[in-house]
């Protein structure tokens, strides 16, 4: 069994900064891939930001240079620093892990998502 924990979302205003968090818990072997998601109401799933276990960063067009991914492999734990944020930032932001449990079987998890609103 392994969990998918996020923290750091909130209410902020058109130009400020958030940082999110997550952290992977339970029957872990190795971690791979970890990245953000997010959901805005009424469009589909994309893709924030992922870094994988080289340390290799990848991030959506619309948040290049304003948002900064990082990870602490030592606390199996994904970051997502937000600056500069604006209203269409506005989502659901949903944490994703592709793991390896100790049965050595890889599956992608997901957090159950945390709430991130600007205001203009």
């Known amino acids: 069994q392994v969990q998918l924990e996020e923290s750091g979302g909130g209410l902020v205003q058109a130009g400020e900064s958030l940082r999110l968090s997550c952290a992977a818990s339970?029957?872990?072997?190795?971690?791979?891939?970890m990245g953000w998601y997010r959901q805005a109401p009424g469009k589909q799933r994309e893709l924030v930001a992922t870094?994988?276990?080289?340390?290799?960063?990848n991030y959506a067009d619309s948040v290049k240079g304003r948002f900064t991914i990082s990870r602490d492999y030592a606390k199996n734990t994904v970051y997502l620093q937000m600056n500069s944020l604006k209203p269409e930032d506005t989502a659901v932001y949903y944490c994703?892990?592709?793991?390896?449990?100790?049965?050595?079987?890889?599956?992608?998890?997901w957090g159950q998502g945390t709430q991130v609103t600007v205001s203009s």
């Open positions: 870094i994988t276990s080289g340390r290799s960063t």
């Open positions: 994703n892990a592709n793991i390896a449990t100790r049965t050595l079987s890889v599956y992608d998890y």
């Open positions: 339970g029957s872990i072997f190795s971690i791979n891939a």
